[in-house]
Nanobody, 123 residues
Framework: VQLQASGGGLVQTGSSLRLSCAAS????????MGWFRQAPGKERVFVAG????????FYADSVKDRFTISRDNARNLMYLQMSGLTPEDTAVYYCAAARTAYSSRSTSDYNYWGQGTEVTVSS
């Protein structure tokens, strides 16, 4: 499975962005998926996860109520709708496919990663 993340950019505080993740294989529909982010000089951290069928969604506390993860298995796509962006959300965002049908907060539970899309939020 190859993953391609897109949709990042430079936005102002309070803005919204929608990230997309395109998967190359229909195997995508069998896997849990997740979004992670990595700020400069920091570790890659969990942002949001979703189970194979679109259920089981959960979020990092820092983005809960602002970000929404979703997926369209018919089109092999996953999304991250982000609103109320702040400079603390500045990072490279990565999509990832889990080893199982369910997502996880741990990077070690994912075996396929996209190349990342950069989000910069100015104050």
């Amino acid at each position: 499975v190859q993953l391609q993340a897109s949709g990042g950019g430079l936005v102002q505080t309070g803005s919204s962005l929608r990230l997309s993740c395109a998967a190359s294989s229909r195997l995508f529909s069998n896997n849990g998926m997740g979004w992670f982010r990595q700020a400069p000089g920091k570790e890659r951290v969990f942002v949001a996860g979703i189970s194979w069928n679109g259920g089981g969604r959960f979020y990092a506390d820092s983005v809960k109520d602002r970000f929404t993860i979703s997926r369209d298995n018919a089109r092999n796509l996953m999304y991250l709708q982000m609103s109320g962006l702040t400079p603390e959300d500045t990072a490279v965002y990565y999509c990832a496919a889990a080893r199982t049908a369910y997502s996880s907060r741990s990077t070690s539970d994912y075996n396929y990663w996209g190349q990342g899309t950069e989000v910069t939020v100015s104050s």
